[in-house]
Nanobody, 126 residues
Framework: VQLQASGGGLVQAGGSLRLSCVAS????????VGWFRQAPGKEREFVAA????????RYADSVKGRFAVSRDNAKNTEFLQMNSLKPEDTAVYYC????????????????????WGQGTQVTVSS
């Protein structure tokens, strides 16, 4: 599976962006697609995840109520809608797929993801 993330850009604080993650090749219906981000000089951190077959989702506390994940299974595409963006949301955003996901509580663990996209830059100006 290859993942292609897109939709990043420059936006003012309070604005919105929608990221897309398109999967090509064999896709797994049971998979979880996660979104992670990494800011300069910081560790990669979990943002959100969605399970393709159920639509079940999980969010980092820092983005709850502002970000929303969704999917279009027919197009093998997941979305990350980001609203009320803050300067601290500035980072490179990556999507990744865990082909054999465990319970919901494990979805934030980047080490469990099998395939990663190339990342898309999100910059939020104050």
């Amino acid at each position: 599976v290859q993942l292609q993330a897109s939709g990043g850009g420059l936006v003012q604080a309070g604005g919105s962006l929608r990221l897309s993650c398109v999967a090509s090749g064999h896709t797994f219906g049971q998979a979880v697609v996660g979104w992670f981000r990494q800011a300069p000089g910081k560790e990669r951190e979990f943002v959100a995840a969605i399970r393709r077959i159920t639509g079940g989702s999980r969010y980092a506390d820092s983005v709850k109520g502002r970000f929303a994940v969704s999917r279009d299974n027919a197009k093998n595409t997941e979305f990350l809608q980001m609203n009320s963006l803050k300067p601290e949301d500035t980072a490179v955003y990556y999507c990744a797929t865990d082909f054999t996901p465990g319970p919901w509580s494990t979805w934030q663990d980047a080490n469990l993801y099998d395939s990663w996209g190339q990342g898309t830059q999100v910059t939020v100006s104050s």
